[in-house]
């Protein structure tokens, strides 16, 4: 089922007023309030957030309001952005459990449940204080600085896309990352309301070429193309000035190396696993090809079927 877990509301670096909604509920929700509590550090009063209408449930939009291409919204683009004056406090509590705002993000990985929320709180206030917009490239996480900027990718499809993290959630134990509805369609969870992701954390400029691709997806309920992919030549020498193809990228080697057995068994030729970031990303590449016009058919065929497959030029 959908989630419906992180927080809507600003968290401010300042002591909050008083909580005024409903108590805390045992079962994790969407707060849209903050109280203070105590227990605070370095003179902070410790926010703490409460569910807002926890007897109404969120939904998704219906069809008339879903933009035609949503499944193809670009990334986000990382970029320099000073802290959010609300949403970064040095800690929280939600439902028993303190959470530390992390100082930065450089190296940061999660592996875990993603899910996504909707309509209940389109155009109400995220963490940030920015309005939720569920067609945006957005997402809620417990602890990384606000805004930030993180690549998910969906371990069960290897469709991956750039977040902007601008919201609080999900207090859920099994869930590390809350979707805007645009983000869960490009990574095909809609239908499932969840599912395993790897998160890796993005820098302004870092990696440029595998991070800023705005590439039209097909819809992910889309059916697989039936062809066969295109039976191109790749070249065997290492002269420079060859095409390659990303499909995906992973802070864990073995998901790419079954993404490259994947794509292997389905046809492709060349498709290898590279590292990068000092060991720290694992690219699933395929080239490289003669000409630009060979790996744009095989890259064709990659949208078709689902992948994200973007230009890597040597």
Same mark, same amino acid.
């Given at each position: 089922?959908?989630?419906?877990?992180?927080?809507?509301?600003?968290?401010?670096?300042?002591?909050?007023?008083?909580?005024?909604?409903?108590?805390?509920?045992?079962?994790?929700?969407?707060?849209?309030?903050?109280?203070?509590?105590?227990?605070?550090?370095?003179?902070?009063?410790?926010?703490?957030?409460?569910?807002?209408?926890?007897?109404?449930?969120?939904?998704?939009?219906?069809?008339?309001?879903?933009?035609?291409?949503?499944?193809?919204?670009?990334?986000?683009?990382?970029?320099?952005?000073?802290?959010?004056?609300?949403?970064?406090?040095?800690?929280?509590?939600?439902?028993?459990?303190?959470?530390?705002?992390?100082?930065?993000?450089?190296?940061?990985?999660?592996?875990?449940?993603?899910?996504?929320?909707?309509?209940?709180?389109?155009?109400?206030?995220?963490?940030?204080?920015?309005?939720?917009?569920?067609?945006?490239?957005?997402?809620?996480?417990?602890?990384?600085?606000?805004?930030?900027?993180?690549?998910?990718?969906?371990?069960?499809?290897?469709?991956?896309?750039? $977040? *902007?993290?601008?919201?609080? &959630?999900?207090? @859920?134990?099994?869930? !590390?990352?809350?979707?805007?509805?645009? #983000?869960? /369609?490009?990574?095909?969870?809609?239908?499932?309301?969840?599912?395993?992701?790897?998160?890796?954390?993005?820098?302004?400029?870092?990696?440029?070429?595998?991070?800023?691709?705005?590439?039209?997806?097909?819809?992910?309920?889309?059916?697989?193309?039936?062809?066969?992919?295109?039976?191109?030549?790749?070249?065997?020498?290492?002269?420079?000035?060859?095409?390659?193809?990303?499909?995906?990228?992973?802070?864990?080697?073995?998901?790419?190396?079954?993404?490259?057995?994947?794509?292997?068994?389905?046809?492709?030729?060349?498709?290898? $696993? *590279?590292?990068?970031?000092? &060991?720290?990303? @694992?690219?699933?590449? !395929?080239?490289?090809?003669?000409?630009? #016009?060979? /790996?744009?058919?095989?890259?064709?065929?990659?949208?078709?079927?689902?992948?994200?497959?973007?230009?890597?030029?040597?």
């Amino acid at each position: 089922m959908r989630s419906w877990h992180a927080l809507a509301a600003a968290l401010a670096l300042l002591p909050l007023a008083a909580c005024v909604g409903p108590a805390p509920q045992p079962e994790p929700g969407r707060p849209t309030t903050a109280g203070s509590s105590g227990g605070g550090t370095r003179g902070h009063t410790r926010p703490r957030v409460v569910i807002a209408e926890p007897d109404v449930k969120d939904s998704a939009p219906v069809r008339g309001e879903i933009p035609a291409d949503v499944a193809s919204t670009p990334d986000a683009v990382p970029k320099w952005e000073p802290r959010s004056r609300s949403g970064n406090p040095v800690e929280y509590e939600a439902f028993g459990e303190v959470y530390r705002i992390l100082d930065n993000t450089e190296g940061f990985t999660q592996r875990g449940r993603a899910s996504w929320y909707g309509k209940k709180f389109h155009g109400r206030k995220t963490a940030s204080g920015e309005p939720y917009d569920m067609f945006a490239m957005t997402a809620a996480h417990k602890t990384l600085p606000i805004p930030s900027y993180v690549r998910v990718t969906n371990l069960d499809n290897g469709r991956s896309a750039v $977040v *902007r993290i601008n919201d609080r &959630g999900p207090f @859920h134990s099994e869930r !590390i990352i809350d979707l805007s509805y645009a #983000a869960a /369609a490009r990574l095909g969870i809609i239908q499932d309301g969840h599912a395993e992701v790897q998160i890796a954390a993005l820098q302004p400029g870092d990696d440029s070429r595998a991070v800023a691709s705005a590439e039209r997806l097909p819809d992910p309920v889309a059916a697989a193309p039936s062809r066969p992919p295109p039976a191109k030549i790749v070249r065997t020498d290492s002269s420079p000035g060859g095409r390659w193809l990303q499909v995906a990228a992973y802070a864990d080697p073995i998901n790419a190396v079954a993404m490259r057995d994947t794509l292997s068994a389905r046809g492709l030729s060349g498709v290898a $696993v *590279r590292d990068g970031q000092g &060991g720290k990303l @694992h690219r699933v590449v !395929i080239g490289p090809y003669a000409s630009e #016009a060979d /790996a744009q058919d095989v890259r064709d065929w990659l949208h078709g079927a689902g992948y994200a497959a973007f230009w890597l030029k040597e």
